[in-house]
Protein backbone atom coordinates (compact mmCIF):
# COMPACT_ATOMS: atom_id res chain seq x y z
CA UNK A 1 0.00 0.00 0.00
CA UNK A 2 1.34 3.34 -1.08
CA UNK A 3 1.65 5.28 2.58
CA UNK A 4 0.11 9.04 1.58
CA UNK A 5 1.49 11.64 4.59
CA UNK A 6 -1.69 13.09 6.82
CA UNK A 7 -2.02 16.14 8.16
CA UNK A 8 -4.67 15.63 11.10
CA UNK A 9 -7.77 17.76 11.89
CA UNK A 10 -8.45 17.12 15.67
CA UNK A 11 -11.00 19.17 17.71
CA UNK A 12 -14.82 19.32 18.26
CA UNK A 13 -17.75 20.21 16.37
CA UNK A 14 -16.03 22.92 14.12
CA UNK A 15 -13.97 20.41 12.83
CA UNK A 16 -16.40 17.77 12.17
CA UNK A 17 -18.17 20.04 10.04
CA UNK A 18 -14.70 21.05 8.59
CA UNK A 19 -15.50 18.25 5.22
CA UNK A 20 -19.02 20.19 4.34
CA UNK A 21 -18.76 21.59 0.89
CA UNK A 22 -16.76 24.60 0.67
CA UNK A 23 -15.84 24.35 4.64
CA UNK A 24 -12.07 25.10 5.78
CA UNK A 25 -11.50 21.70 5.84
CA UNK A 26 -12.57 20.38 2.70
CA UNK A 27 -10.82 23.49 0.70
CA UNK A 28 -7.53 22.45 2.47
CA UNK A 29 -8.07 18.76 1.22
CA UNK A 30 -8.19 20.02 -2.04
CA UNK A 31 -5.77 22.37 -1.94
CA UNK A 32 -3.65 19.03 -0.80
CA UNK A 33 -4.29 16.85 -3.14
CA UNK A 34 -1.41 14.27 -4.29
CA UNK A 35 0.48 15.91 -1.55
CA UNK A 36 -1.14 15.15 1.35
CA UNK A 37 -4.53 13.40 3.05
CA UNK A 38 -6.35 15.46 5.09
CA UNK A 39 -7.56 12.89 8.24
CA UNK A 40 -10.52 14.66 9.57
CA UNK A 41 -11.03 13.49 13.95
CA UNK A 42 -13.70 16.13 14.29
CA UNK A 43 -15.68 15.10 17.36
CA UNK A 44 -18.85 16.77 18.01
CA UNK A 45 -19.58 17.73 21.34
CA UNK A 46 -16.04 16.70 23.06
CA UNK A 47 -13.86 18.55 25.33
CA UNK A 48 -10.41 18.55 25.94
CA UNK A 49 -10.61 16.06 28.82
CA UNK A 50 -12.15 13.78 26.32
CA UNK A 51 -10.09 14.03 23.38
CA UNK A 52 -6.80 14.09 26.07
CA UNK A 53 -7.87 10.48 26.36
CA UNK A 54 -8.56 9.78 22.94
CA UNK A 55 -5.36 11.19 21.46
CA UNK A 56 -2.89 8.29 22.19
CA UNK A 57 -5.80 5.52 20.27
CA UNK A 58 -6.28 7.87 17.20
CA UNK A 59 -2.39 8.19 16.72
CA UNK A 60 -0.84 5.29 18.69
CA UNK A 61 3.04 5.62 17.68
CA UNK A 62 5.26 7.28 15.93
CA UNK A 63 4.40 5.00 12.71
CA UNK A 64 1.21 7.16 12.36
CA UNK A 65 2.44 10.36 13.17
CA UNK A 66 1.19 13.14 10.90
CA UNK A 67 3.50 15.72 9.02
CA UNK A 68 1.27 18.21 10.83
CA UNK A 69 -2.30 18.26 13.28
CA UNK A 70 -4.36 21.06 14.00
CA UNK A 71 -5.94 20.61 17.68
CA UNK A 72 -9.25 22.86 17.76
CA UNK A 73 -10.96 22.94 21.31
CA UNK A 74 -12.46 25.13 23.60
CA UNK A 75 -16.22 26.11 22.21
CA UNK A 76 -17.23 23.39 24.42
CA UNK A 77 -14.72 23.40 27.62
CA UNK A 78 -16.15 26.72 27.70
CA UNK A 79 -19.33 26.04 28.29
CA UNK A 80 -21.21 27.31 31.44
CA UNK A 81 -20.86 24.81 34.42
CA UNK A 82 -24.22 25.69 36.05
CA UNK A 83 -25.72 25.56 33.00
CA UNK A 84 -23.77 23.15 31.08
CA UNK A 85 -21.80 20.46 33.16
CA UNK A 86 -21.23 17.70 30.80
CA UNK A 87 -19.17 19.75 28.26
CA UNK A 88 -17.26 22.40 30.46
CA UNK A 89 -14.24 21.79 31.44
CA UNK A 90 -12.40 24.43 34.05
CA UNK A 91 -9.97 26.73 32.49
CA UNK A 92 -6.96 25.40 34.35
CA UNK A 93 -7.61 21.89 33.35
CA UNK A 94 -8.34 22.89 29.94
CA UNK A 95 -4.72 24.68 29.77
CA UNK A 96 -3.19 20.95 31.02
CA UNK A 97 -5.10 19.15 28.84
CA UNK A 98 -3.97 20.83 25.79
CA UNK A 99 -0.30 20.50 26.99
CA UNK A 100 -0.65 16.58 27.68
CA UNK A 101 -1.85 16.39 24.03
CA UNK A 102 1.34 18.39 23.11
CA UNK A 103 3.68 16.19 24.92
CA UNK A 104 2.00 13.25 23.89
CA UNK A 105 2.30 14.26 20.00
CA UNK A 106 6.21 15.26 20.64
CA UNK A 107 6.47 11.83 22.31
CA UNK A 108 6.02 10.26 19.35
CA UNK A 109 8.57 12.29 17.18
CA UNK A 110 5.87 15.04 16.16
CA UNK A 111 7.74 18.07 15.98
CA UNK A 112 6.04 21.24 18.20
CA UNK A 113 6.26 23.59 14.89
CA UNK A 114 4.28 20.67 13.40
CA UNK A 115 1.52 21.37 16.16
CA UNK A 116 -1.17 23.86 15.66
CA UNK A 117 -3.30 25.04 18.21
CA UNK A 118 -6.61 26.99 16.79
CA UNK A 119 -8.95 28.85 19.43
CA UNK A 120 -12.46 28.55 19.78
CA UNK A 121 -14.18 31.31 17.97
CA UNK A 122 -16.35 34.09 19.71
CA UNK A 123 -19.99 33.49 20.73
CA UNK A 124 -23.15 36.00 19.21
CA UNK A 125 -24.75 35.16 22.76
CA UNK A 126 -28.22 36.55 21.57
CA UNK A 127 -28.16 33.77 18.06
CA UNK A 128 -27.10 30.87 20.89
CA UNK A 129 -29.51 31.67 22.81
CA UNK A 130 -31.87 31.31 20.60
CA UNK A 131 -30.90 27.89 19.79
CA UNK A 132 -30.51 27.11 23.76
CA UNK A 133 -34.40 27.48 23.81
CA UNK A 134 -35.08 25.54 21.09
CA UNK A 135 -33.66 23.12 23.20
CA UNK A 136 -35.26 24.38 26.64
CA UNK A 137 -32.05 25.32 28.05
CA UNK A 138 -30.52 29.02 28.96
CA UNK A 139 -27.84 30.25 27.41
CA UNK A 140 -25.21 28.14 28.27
CA UNK A 141 -22.13 30.18 26.78
CA UNK A 142 -20.74 33.74 27.06
CA UNK A 143 -18.16 35.45 24.34
CA UNK A 144 -16.07 37.03 27.42
CA UNK A 145 -15.97 33.34 29.00
CA UNK A 146 -14.79 31.68 25.50
CA UNK A 147 -11.88 34.65 25.58
CA UNK A 148 -10.56 33.61 28.25
CA UNK A 149 -10.49 29.85 27.08
CA UNK A 150 -8.87 31.44 23.90
CA UNK A 151 -6.40 33.37 25.77
CA UNK A 152 -5.01 30.10 27.45
CA UNK A 153 -4.95 28.32 24.13
CA UNK A 154 -2.78 31.03 22.96
CA UNK A 155 -0.28 31.25 26.07
CA UNK A 156 -0.20 27.52 25.86
CA UNK A 157 0.98 27.99 22.18
CA UNK A 158 3.78 30.67 23.24
CA UNK A 159 4.91 28.36 26.15
CA UNK A 160 4.83 25.29 24.19
CA UNK A 161 7.04 26.61 21.27
CA UNK A 162 3.77 25.52 18.47
CA UNK A 163 1.48 27.71 15.90
CA UNK A 164 -1.58 28.80 17.34
CA UNK A 165 -4.73 30.70 15.04
CA UNK A 166 -5.93 32.69 17.80
CA UNK A 167 -9.76 33.15 16.38
CA UNK A 168 -11.59 34.65 19.03
CA UNK A 169 -9.43 38.01 18.89
CA UNK A 170 -8.54 38.05 15.04
CA UNK A 171 -12.63 37.35 14.30
CA UNK A 172 -13.24 40.47 16.79
CA UNK A 173 -9.96 42.69 15.65
CA UNK A 174 -10.64 46.36 15.23
CA UNK A 175 -14.73 45.93 16.41
CA UNK A 176 -16.14 44.53 13.11
CA UNK A 177 -18.88 42.67 13.12
CA UNK A 178 -17.82 39.14 14.12
CA UNK A 179 -21.11 37.66 14.02
CA UNK A 180 -20.96 36.98 10.22
CA UNK A 181 -18.78 34.29 10.82
CA UNK A 182 -21.11 32.62 12.82
CA UNK A 183 -24.20 30.35 11.44
CA UNK A 184 -25.98 30.15 14.85
CA UNK A 185 -24.15 31.75 17.23
CA UNK A 186 -21.55 29.15 18.11
CA UNK A 187 -20.84 27.25 14.70
CA UNK A 188 -18.73 28.48 11.76
CA UNK A 189 -21.22 30.17 8.83
CA UNK A 190 -19.56 30.13 4.94
CA UNK A 191 -17.64 33.66 5.82
CA UNK A 192 -16.50 31.41 9.32
CA UNK A 193 -14.92 28.70 7.11
CA UNK A 194 -13.31 31.02 4.53
CA UNK A 195 -12.20 33.16 7.48
CA UNK A 196 -10.75 30.28 9.30
CA UNK A 197 -9.18 28.61 6.26
CA UNK A 198 -7.51 32.01 4.98
CA UNK A 199 -5.98 32.10 8.76
CA UNK A 200 -4.98 28.46 8.80
CA UNK A 201 -3.33 27.49 4.79
CA UNK A 202 -0.09 30.07 5.32
CA UNK A 203 1.19 28.37 8.07
CA UNK A 204 0.22 24.57 6.60
CA UNK A 205 1.01 26.07 3.33
CA UNK A 206 4.42 27.13 4.75
CA UNK A 207 5.46 23.88 6.57
CA UNK A 208 3.99 21.63 3.61
CA UNK A 209 5.18 22.89 0.70
CA UNK A 210 8.26 20.65 0.10
CA UNK A 211 6.16 17.44 0.29
CA UNK A 212 6.62 16.00 -3.35
CA UNK A 213 3.52 15.23 -5.53
CA UNK A 214 2.72 11.85 -4.77
CA UNK A 215 3.03 9.67 -7.80
CA UNK A 216 4.58 10.73 -11.72
CA UNK A 217 2.53 13.36 -13.59
CA UNK A 218 0.49 11.69 -16.31
CA UNK A 219 2.75 12.73 -19.27
CA UNK A 220 6.16 11.46 -17.15
CA UNK A 221 4.95 8.07 -17.40
CA UNK A 222 7.20 5.91 -18.96
CA UNK A 223 5.01 4.42 -21.57
CA UNK A 224 7.36 1.62 -23.08
CA UNK A 225 7.41 0.74 -19.18
CA UNK A 226 4.90 1.98 -17.59
CA UNK A 227 5.44 -0.69 -14.67
CA UNK A 228 8.87 0.68 -13.82
CA UNK A 229 7.70 4.60 -13.57
CA UNK A 230 4.75 3.85 -11.14
CA UNK A 231 6.50 1.05 -9.22
CA UNK A 232 9.98 3.30 -8.46
CA UNK A 233 8.08 6.44 -8.03
CA UNK A 234 6.13 4.61 -5.16
CA UNK A 235 8.90 2.39 -3.45
Excluded at 68 to 88: R, Y
Excluded at 126 to 135: I, R, S, T, V
Amino acid sequence: MIAWPRLVLFGDSITQFAFEANAWGSVIANKLIRKCDVINRGLSGYNTRWAKLLLPRLIPDAAEKPVAITIFFGANDSALKEENPQQHVPLEEYTENLKCMIQYLKSINVPQDRIILITPPPICEPAWEQQCLLKGCKLNRLNNTAGLYAKACVEVASECGTEVVDLWSQMQEGGKDYTVYLSDGLHLSSEGNQFVESSLWPILEKKLSALPFMLPYWNDVDNANPEASLLQASS
